[in-house]
């Protein structure tokens, strides 16, 4: 994916999409560059392709339902509250899409399993990072029964951002930039502000 430069000056920075207030004061009349994602790219960028197979309610619902160990049709329809036709158009479409296969049950091939292949299971961190977000600003009560290290028995940590070595990162400890600086040290402030996104978060 292509990186997309946004031109500034000291005091705005000047994009596409949006004006934003550049507050870096001190460093003069001097121009920079800024990389940021290519937000009109549909093609190039995981996102939408993810939004395009999970970015509805049902969706996300079956897979917690998958997780669950459901396996049936008629164990989705009773759980769920869904109804048959939804069920039946959304169970299709994440079997497309490689989320979830379905199996004949060995004693009889007339019933069907639907069961999550390497690709949905992949997708338990997305939706225990949505589901612990509806929990701090949705319903803001924490979930019962509780996910636990099955180790431990300990509720499992907040899903964040993680930098190579383990480090926690924040929203200002993230930079784009283009692959072939991917490992080069910054050496200069200003050559930092070159490669630091462009991003709306409260000061």
């Known amino acids: 994916m292509q990186l997309e430069t946004v031109h500034c000056s000291k005091d705005f920075f000047v994009g596409p999409e949006a004006r934003v207030r550049y507050t870096a004061g001190g460093h003069g009349e001097w121009n920079m560059e800024k990389l940021r994602e290519p937000l009109n790219d549909m093609q190039n960028c995981g996102l939408p392709a993810a939004l395009e197979v999970m970015g509805e309610r049902w969706s996300f619902m079956i897979l917690r339902a998958a997780f669950n160990g459901l396996y049936h049709f008629e164990e989705y329809l009773g759980a769920l509250g869904i109804a048959r036709n939804i069920l039946s158009n959304r169970l299709a479409r994440l079997v497309e899409h490689g989320i979830m296969k379905r199996e004949p049950l060995p004693d009889d091939r007339r019933k069907i399993e639907y069961r999550l292949t390497e690709k949905g299971l992949d997708l338990l961190p997305a939706m225990l990072a949505l589901r612990q977000w509806g929990e701090k600003y949705g319903c803001g009560v924490p979930s019962n029964p509780v996910l636990c290290d099955a180790r431990d028995g300990l509720p499992i940590a907040q899903i964040g951002i993680y930098a190579h070595d383990g480090r ?19 050496e200069t402030r200003q050559e930092e502000e070159k490669v630091r996104p462009v991003l709306n978060v409260l000061h």
């Open 168 to 186: 926690p990162l924040g929203p200002r400890e993230l930079e784009w930039r283009q692959s072939a600086d991917v490992g080069k040290a910054v």
